[in-house]
């Protein structure tokens, strides 16, 4: 056997050939990069978000079996159904990817109780429910891989991000006590906390100040900012057999933000 041959053998751990993987939010931004790198990776990928024609521009990168569903996921009656049609329309889902998510920017004491409320709904709430629908169906088969993206507000404090942070960190918490419940049913739950990666959310949200991504660049001991992509492989890495025993846990691909600063 060649060394060429045991290392393709070597790296099939990773494959994801013949899993079906959700995506939510990913028509864009980090969800489209980590939907692209499922599919390379062999998934066939579903992706939601609330806008037709992103989601439709971004199938073509996805595989020729990649499915689109369009949906908002604050509309939290409609969640049940949109599983179950992806389940009967495309087949059972194997590996989720809860990454649809909103930030705001403002000072706590301007952060009106409808702004916190859209921002738990989406981020927290949402993905609660989600999970609850794949996770049960995921239980009976005893195979699934549900990943959160959080962030690394939900590792330590950052300032003007109240609601968010509160959200992430909720996730990060909802990741451990789903990890005692289904783990005796060979579904992992994990979380990536990423770092800053250069997408428009965070652009926008840095509200295109020079200063403030200098700033940004400082805390990131790398000294560079994240790519999309850098989210999407260690997503392969974590809803593959190579992270089989792999759990509850929740995963800094920051650049080495996360040591503090
Ligand atoms: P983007 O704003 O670029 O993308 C967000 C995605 O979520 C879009 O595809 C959007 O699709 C979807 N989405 C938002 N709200 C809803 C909704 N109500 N229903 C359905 N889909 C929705 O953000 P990023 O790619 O930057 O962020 C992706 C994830 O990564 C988020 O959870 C974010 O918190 C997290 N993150 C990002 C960081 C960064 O540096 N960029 C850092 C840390 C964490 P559509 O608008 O079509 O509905």
Redesign the pocket.
């Known amino acids: 056997m060649s060394i060429t041959h045991t290392i393709h053998s070597a790296l099939n751990i990773f494959s994801l050939e013949g899993k079906i993987a959700l995506v939510?939010?990913g028509?864009?931004?980090?969800?489209f990069h980590i939907a692209q790198c499922l599919a390379q990776a062999g998934a066939q990928l579903v992706i939601?978000?609330?806008?037709e024609e992103?989601l439709k521009d971004a199938l073509p990168a996805l595989g020729t079996d990649a499915r689109n569903f369009v949906?908002?996921?604050?509309d939290l009656k409609s969640l049940p159904g949109l599983i179950a049609d992806i389940e009967s329309e495309v087949g059972e889902i194997d590996i989720l990817v809860n990454?649809?998510?909103?930030?705001m920017k403002k000072h706590a004491v301007e952060v009106t109780d409808e702004d916190f409320d859209r921002i738990i709904q989406?981020?927290l709430h949402a993905v609660f429910t989600i999970t609850r629908e794949c996770g049960k169906r995921m239980i009976d088969r005893k195979r699934g891989s549900i990943l959160m993206?959080t962030?690394?507000a939900a590792l330590y404090g950052i300032d003007r991000v109240v609601a968010y942070t509160a959200s992430k960190s909720a996730v990060g918490g909802m990741v451990k006590a789903l990890t005692t419940e289904f783990s005796p049913y060979n579904v992992r739950v994990n979380a990536i906390a990423?770092?800053?990666?250069e997408?428009?959310?965070?652009l926008t949200a840095m509200n295109g100040d020079p200063s403030r991504r200098d700033k940004a660049m400082d805390r990131t001991p790398m000294g560079i900012w994240g790519k999309p992509d850098d989210i999407g492989w260690a997503s392969v890495f974590l809803s593959s057999d190579a992270a089989k025993f792999i759990t509850g846990v929740s995963l800094p691909v920051d650049g080495g933000n996360s040591i503090g600063f």
């Open positions: 939510t939010g028509g864009s931004g980090i969800g939601t978000g609330r806008r992103v949906n908002d996921i604050t990454n649809a998510g909103i930030n989406t981020n993206i962030s690394m990423p770092g800053f990666i997408t428009p959310m965070m």
